[in-house]
Nanobody
Framework: QVQLVESGGGLVQPGGSLRLSCAAS????????MGWYRQAPGKPRELVAA???????NYADSVRGRFTISRDNAKNTLYLQMNSLKPEDTAVYYC?????????????WGQGTLVTVSL
């Protein structure tokens, strides 16, 4: 079993920055990919950024150049550095992990952390 716990959300003004963290525990050696998703009110959950064990990353067009995903394997923690935040970035942000070697294996989700971008 793998458990994910997000932290770092909060209220920030437009143009500000936040760093989200996702601490993984349990059978972390089974994780082959991790990513961040978000869900705004009334909208479907969408991919924000994802990374794989080979170092490749993928970003949504709306955040590319402003957000950076990174991973500290020694701490079993995934990060999302968010800069130049916009009101449209307001959402609940979820950490996701694939527990298995390739797509199709089970995925685990954290409980989510709320990011609000507002004056």
């Amino acid at each position: 079993q793998v458990q994910l716990v997000e932290s770092g959300g909060g209220l920030v003004q437009p143009g500000g920055s936040l760093r989200l963290s996702c601490a993984a525990s349990g059978s972390v050696f089974r994780i082959s990919a991790m990513g961040w998703y978000r869900q705004a009110p009334g909208k479907p959950r969408e991919l924000v950024a994802a990374g794989t064990s080979d170092g490749s990353t993928n970003y949504a067009d709306s955040v590319r150049g402003r957000f950076t995903i990174s991973r500290d394997n020694a701490k079993n923690t995934l990060y999302l550095q968010m800069n130049s935040l916009k009101p449209e970035d307001t959402a609940v942000y979820y950490c996701n992990a694939r527990v298995g070697p390739k797509p199709g294996y089970p995925e685990v989700w954290g409980q989510g952390t709320l990011v609000t971008v507002s004056l």
